[in-house]
C-alpha cells in the first residue's frame, strides 16, 4: 500500500485541509474540462532516453514548434504526435525548405508515431480493436566495460564524509561515467544487458506497459559499510533479472490521466541533472495523477499559455533507514508565449515504519498542498522545491537560455518558508544552440550546477542537498540520489557538441568538470571527465550506438591523495518491431 499509519486527529486535520482541498479538486475539474488538442485516448510513455527528446528539440530549435512543455518528461507517444503534428504544419503553412535533417527526422516521426498521428488527421485512421496487444514492441541489448570504483556519498555517525554539513546521506554513484540510467548499475569489468517492452491498450480508456530487464555482471561486489541504515551501499550480484518499468494507465476524461505502477520521471530544465528529480535512481513505485496533454485553463487564467501539472506518491525500498518511507510530490509548468516556460517542482519524504511522520493520506494532502513545508535539519519531514523557466530567443538562431533555482530544508530557518529560497539553494543554467549551423547538423550546450552552500545565514546550520537529519538514507532510492547525480556540496560543468555526419549517423563529444565537498567536506574532490559517442540508425528498425568515456578522480571519496582513473566503453543495440 502506498498510504499507511495513523492520522491522528483527523478531524482537525480535515478542518485545516478543506480550503486547500476545495481548490485542488477545483483546480482538476478546471484542468478536466478546458484541453487544448486533447483526447481520452490512453497513452503510454516514450522512454527518456528515446532519440525522440533530442529530434523535438531540433524541431523547436527550426521554429517549429511553439507550445512544448519541456520541464516535464516522459512524454506521451500522444504527446509526441501532437507535437509532430504542430511542426508538420508549421512547415506546410508557412511553405518552408527545411535542410534534409529536420526532414529526415519527420519521416522518422511519421513511421515511428503513425497510429498515433491518425487521431490528428495524418493517415487513415481505423476503430480500434477492443484490445489492442503488442507482445514486443522493441528490444536493446547493451554490453558494458567498467574499471571504475563508484565514489560514495556518505555522512553518518561512523563515516563523515561533509564533517560541517548538517543532516544524514547514504548513497553512491552507481556505475562511473554513466549516470542517469534509470538505476541501472554496472559492475567492474564486462556487463551485458538485455530488456524489452510490451505494451497493451484496452478500449480506449485503459493502456499498460512493462519492460523487464535482465543483467550479468562479470563480477559480483558485496558493497561498502556505511556507518548507518543500509548497512553497505553498492551490493551487486552476478545475476539479475527485475521489472525495469512496469505501469497501467486511466484516462477517464480529456486532460486526465492517472496512472499506476513502476515509472521514470525527470522534473526541470537541465540535461545533464536537475535539482529536483532525475531518472538517475530506478524508477519509482508510484500512483500518478496529470494531464499529458496542456491545457488551457478558462478565464483570463488562459494568459498564463499551455499549463501542465503532476501530482504523484511513490513508496521507497525496505532496506533503508526507515523502510517504506513515502516519496511525494507536485509540479505545475506554464508557458505564457511560444518562447518562454516557467514551473515549479516540489518533492517530500514522510511516512515510513518507525518514523516520526504519518504515512496516511491525510500527511500526504498536507505536504502536497503545502500546508506543512520546509522545517528544520530534524523535522518529520523532508522537503525540496525549485523554480525553473526556458527561454527561446529567435534573435540568436532560436537559442535557449534555461536555468533552476531550489531549496533544500537541511539546513533551513525553522517556520520561516520565506527563506527557504535563499538558504540551501541551488542553482543550475545552461545555453542550448539547437543550429550551430544553418543545416542544423551541429548543436551545442553549456550547463552549470552548483548546490554548494558557502557559508551559514543567522542561526541555520550549513546545509546539505539530498541529505536529512532524521532521514538518513536521504532524498535516494536504491542507494542513488533522485536529483542531480553530482550529489551534494558540489559544482559541475558540462558542454556537449554532436554532429551528424549524415542523416543517419550522429556523432558526440562531452566534457565534464564537478567537485564535492566544496564549502563542508574533510577534503575536495576533483572529477574530469570526457567521452565520445557514434550513433547509426542502420535501417528503420535497427539502430546501434557506441561510446567511450574517460575520467579522472583526484581525492577519492574526499579523502587527501586518493586518485583513481575510470574507462567505460558501451555497445548497444535497438531493435523496433513495427
Request: hydrophobic share 35%; aromatic share 14%.
Amino acid at each position: 500500500m502506498l498510504f499507511f499509519g495513523t492520522p491522528g486527529s483527523p478531524g482537525l486535520k480535515c478542518a485545516r485541509l478543506r480550503i486547500r482541498g476545495i481548490a485542488l479538486i477545483a483546480l482538476l475539474l478546471c484542468l478536466t474540462a478546458a484541453s487544448r488538442d486533447a483526447y481520452a485516448l490512453p497513452s503510454n510513455n516514450v522512454p527518456l532516453d528515446d532519440w525522440s527528446y533530442a529530434a523535438l528539440d531540433k524541431l523547436a530549435g527550426f521554429g517549429l514548434i511553439y507550445s512544448d512543455v519541456h520541464g516535464m518528461r516522459p512524454y506521451t507517444r500522444l504527446e509526441v504526435a501532437r507535437l509532430v503534428n504542430e511542426a508538420l504544419n508549421s512547415k506546410e503553412e508557412k511553405k518552408l525548405e527545411l535542410p534534409p535533417i529536420i526532414e529526415q527526422m519527420l519521416k522518422r516521426f511519421e513511421r515511428e508515431f503513425r497510429e498515433e498521428l491518425a487521431v490528428y488527421g495524418r493517415g487513415k485512421e481505423t476503430e480500434p480493436a477492443a484490445l489492442v496487444l503488442r507482445p514486443v514492441q522493441d528490444a536493446k541489448v547493451a554490453y558494458v566495460y567498467s574499471d571504475g570504483k563508484p565514489r560514495d556519498f556518505l555522512n553518518t555517525n561512523t563515516v563523515t564524509q561533509y564533517p560541517q554539513g548538517g543532516g544524514n546521506i547514504v548513497a553512491y554513484e552507481g556505475t562511473p561515467l554513466l549516470h542517469n540510467n534509470e538505476g541501472v548499475v554496472y559492475g567492474k569489468g564486462n556487463n551485458v544487458s538485455f530488456q524489452f517492452s510490451s505494451s497493451f491498450q484496452l478500449w480506449d480508456v485503459f493502456s499498460g506497459y512493462v519492460e523487464p530487464i535482465a543483467i550479468e555482471r562479470e563480477n559480483a561486489t558485496p558493497g561498502r559499510p556505511t556507518g548507518g541504515t543500509p548497512s553497505t551501499v553498492g551490493s551487486l550480484d552476478n545475476s539479475d533479472l527485475y521489472l525495469l518499468k512496469g505501469y497501467v494507465k486511466f484516462s477517464p476524461f480529456d486532460s486526465l490521466e492517472v496512472e499506476f505502477g513502476r515509472d521514470a520521471m525527470w522534473w526541470g530544465q537541465g540535461y545533464n541533472g536537475t535539482l529536483i528529480l532525475t531518472d538517475n535512481a530506478a524508477p519509482l513505485d508510484m500512483l500518478k495523477v496529470s494531464n499529458p496533454t496542456p491545457s488551457i485553463l478558462p478565464g483570463f487564467l488562459g494568459y498564463l499559455g499551455p499549463f501542465r501539472y503532476t501530482l504523484f506518491c511513490a513508496q521507497l525500498e525496505t532496506d533503508r533507514d526507515f523502510p517504506n518511507t513515502k516519496y511525494g510530490g507536485s509540479r505545475v509548468d506554464f508557458k505564457p508565449t511560444p518562447n518562454f516556460e516557467i514551473g515549479m517542482s516540489h518533492t517530500f519524504q514522510f511516512g515510513g515504519t518507525g518514523s516520526l511522520s504519518s504515512g496516511s493520506f491525510l500527511s500526504y494532502l498536507e505536504l502536497v498542498s503545502m500546508k506543512k513545508f520546509g522545517g528544520s535539519v530534524n523535522s518529520a519531514e523532508n522537503h525540496e522545491a525549485a523554480f525553473d523557466f526556458r527561454y527561446r530567443m529567435p534573435y540568436l538562431w532560436n537559442a535557449e537560455f534555461y536555468g533552476e533555482w531550489g531549496g533544500e530544508d537541511t539546513g533551513f530557518t525553522p517556520n520561516n518558508v520565506r527563506r527557504f529560497f535563499l538558504e540551501d539553494i541551488g542553482y543550475i543554467l545552461g545555453l542550448y544552440f539547437p543550429k550551430v549551423t544553418a543545416d542544423g547538423l551541429t548543436d551545442l550546450r553549456f550547463e552549470y550546477a552548483d548546490n554548494v552552500n558557502e557559508g551559514p545565514i543567522g542561526s541555520h546550520v550549513n546545509g546539505l542537498w539530498y541529505a536529512h537529519g532524521l532521514y538518513i538514507s536521504g532524498m535516494t532510492y536504491n542507494g542513488l540520489i533522485l536529483g542531480d547525480p553530482m550529489g551534494p556540496d558540489a559544482r559541475d560543468f558540462f558542454v556537449r557538441a554532436t554532429r551528424y555526419l549524415t542523416c543517419h549517423i550522429k556523432a558526440g563529444l562531452d566534457f565534464e568538470y564537478s567537485q564535492t565537498g566544496r564549502n563542508v567536506g574533510r577534503s575536495e574532490e576533483s572529477i574530469f571527465e570526457g567521452g565520445a559517442d557514434l550513433t547509426w540508425e542502420l535501417n528503420t528498425a535497427v539502430s546501434a550506438m557506441a561510446r567511450y568515456a574517460y575520467g579522472e578522480v583526484l581525492n577519492l571519496d574526499l579523502v587527501q591523495g586518493e586518485n583513481q582513473t575510470d574507462n567505460l566503453f558501451m555497445l548497444e543495440v535497438k531493435y523496433k518491431f513495427f
